[in-house]
C-alpha cells in the first residue's frame, strides 16, 4: 500500500502547483481576425470571419488553395507538393483565433 501511495502523493505534490501556474500564464485574447481552416482531401479551403476591418457588412472572405502541377511549377522557386495557387496570407502584429 505504500508502495502505491507515495509516488501517487509526490505526483499530486508536484501537478498541482504546476497546474495552477498553468491556468495562471494562460492569456486569453479578443481576437480581431478569425481564420477558418479545413482540410480536404486535395486541396484547403480558408474563410475569414468576423473580418470587418475590410467589408463593413461582416460577410465573410472565403477561398481554396490547390496544389500546383508538375507543369505550374518554376524551378528554383516552386517546391513540388508544397506549392499552391492561392496563399493564406495572415496580418502581423494581431491577435488571431
Same mark, same amino acid.
Given at each position: 500500500?505504500? %508502495?502505491?501511495?507515495?509516488? &501517487? &502523493?509526490? +505526483? %499530486? &505534490?508536484?501537478?498541482? @502547483?504546476?497546474?495552477?501556474? /498553468?491556468?495562471?500564464? =494562460?492569456?486569453? +485574447?479578443? #481576437?480581431? !481576425?478569425?481564420?477558418?481552416?479545413?482540410?480536404n482531401q %486535395?486541396?484547403?479551403?480558408?474563410e475569414y470571419? $468576423?473580418? &470587418?476591418? !475590410?467589408? $463593413? $457588412?461582416?460577410?465573410?472572405? #472565403?477561398? $481554396?488553395?490547390?496544389? /500546383?502541377?508538375?507543369s505550374s511549377?518554376? @524551378?528554383?522557386? =516552386?517546391?513540388?507538393?508544397?506549392? !499552391?495557387?492561392?496563399?493564406? !496570407? +495572415?496580418?502581423?502584429?494581431?491577435?488571431?483565433?
Amino acid at each position: 500500500m505504500i %508502495w502505491t501511495l507515495t509516488p &501517487a &502523493a509526490i +505526483l %499530486w &505534490a508536484i501537478g498541482l @502547483p504546476s497546474l495552477r501556474l /498553468l491556468y495562471m500564464m =494562460d492569456e486569453i +485574447l479578443d #481576437a480581431e !481576425v478569425t481564420v477558418k481552416c479545413i482540410g480536404n482531401q %486535395w486541396y484547403w479551403s480558408y474563410e475569414y470571419c $468576423d473580418y &470587418a476591418g !475590410v467589408n $463593413d $457588412d461582416n460577410t465573410t472572405i #472565403a477561398f $481554396d488553395s490547390f496544389m /500546383l502541377g508538375e507543369s505550374s511549377l518554376q @524551378p528554383g522557386k =516552386d517546391q513540388r507538393s508544397l506549392s !499552391v495557387d492561392n496563399n493564406l !496570407v +495572415l496580418p502581423i502584429h494581431t491577435s488571431l483565433r
